[in-house]
């Protein structure tokens, strides 16, 4: 999994003009998820948004495999939705 995630950073910063480099520590990164069916701090009815099991594996992967530290890593929602308590609550454990 690790080779993965060189690879997919590799990709993203050739493409970005900064080279054939991985992660380099001290960089941010950004997950932006989709919240847009929760407008408190839990979802509405049984629309989809994203599941703390994914952005929980997404974080985990990229701290244990990628070894990016958990202060680098932001999980954030830039529209309408709310980052409700069934997903900060499981991210923080």
Request: aromatic share 8%; proline share 1%; glycine share 12%.
């Amino acid at each position: 999994m690790a080779g993965s995630w060189d690879a997919l950073f590799r990709y993203f910063n050739q493409n970005h003009g900064k080279g054939s480099t991985g992660y380099v520590n001290g960089e941010t990164i950004a997950i932006k998820i989709n919240t847009v069916n929760t407008s408190s701090q839990n979802k509405i009815g049984s629309a989809i948004d994203a599941t703390a099991e994914t952005v929980l594996g997404v974080v985990e992967q990229l701290v244990v495999q990628a070894g990016v530290p958990q202060e680098n890593i932001i999980v954030y929602d830039g529209g309408v939705g709310t980052i409700g308590s069934y997903l900060f609550d499981c991210i923080l454990m």
